[in-house]
């Protein structure tokens, strides 16, 4: 009964490459978000849909595509791999502004 | 630009005493505050939330939070921590009631020996 489920949990991958991490959430929010965990531990927004519509977008390099076709789900398409994307990758929904968001469990991608 | 201060990076505490982690924030408007905390290895999970009312919160496995606004704080504490409350902690800052993102602070490392 997992609420945000996120795969596959760990991505080794080459440079170059391209990857895809889903996320689905089974709590019925409205709002679903993409988050980088670097090595440092620092959290950033990447991305932000509310009902499919991307509302936020921070100043992510082109090579990151969000996809939500629904709102259920909020996937992540990564094209030419580079070393620094190497991360872990969140995934969260939130019903709203008061309620805070509830995380998946992340993937850990590894660019080598 | 809207930013979340922890400045205690490390924290390395004995078994039963008592926990404070600083959190500052720089927006001056409504702010909905958040504390998660990171257990290793795991993904984040919510402890306590603050967006209105009581300044003091309290959350789950005996935490609590005070918000003050004139210092533009949000203070996390526990009069005795455990060896299991070993983890990362990050106070969480988002602003007004539309759609914004929620802005972390870079986190604090807490250490519980036994």
């Known amino acids: 009964d997992t609420a945000v489920s996120q795969t596959p949990k760990y991505l080794v991958t080459q440079m170059g490459n391209d990857k895809s991490i889903k996320c689905e959430q089974n709590l019925g929010h409205d709002t679903m978000y993409w988050y980088k965990q670097d090595s440092k531990k620092f959290l950033k927004i990447m991305f932000s849909?509310?009902?499919?519509?991307?509302?936020i977008n921070e100043t992510v390099p082109n090579r990151f595509s969000p996809k939500s076709p629904d709102k259920a789900h909020l996937n992540l398409h990564i094209n030419s791999l580079e070393l620094g994307d190497s991360a872990v990758y969140f995934c969260a929904s939130s019903p709203g502004q008061t309620h805070g968001y509830t995380f998946g469990s992340g993937t850990r991608l590894t660019v080598v | 630009a809207q930013s979340v201060s922890q400045h205690n990076h490390h924290v390395i505490l004995s078994e039963a005493a008592s926990l404070e982690l600083g959190c500052n924030y720089s927006?001056?408007?409504?702010?909905?505050l958040f504390w998660y905390v990171q257990y290793p290895g795991q993904h984040l999970q919510l402890l306590l939330k603050y967006f209105s009312g009581d300044p003091l919160v309290k959350g789950i496995k005996g935490f609590e939070a005070e918000f003050i606004k004139s210092k533009f704080s949000f203070n996390l504490r526990k009069p005795s921590v455990q060896w299991s409350d070993t983890a990362e902690y990050f106070c969480a800052v988002s602003k007004g009631r539309g759609f914004q993102k929620l802005v972390f602070g870079t986190g604090t490392r807490l250490l519980v020996s036994p």
């Open positions: 849909y509310n009902n499919k519509e991307l509302i």
């Open positions: 927006y001056g408007g409504t702010v909905n």
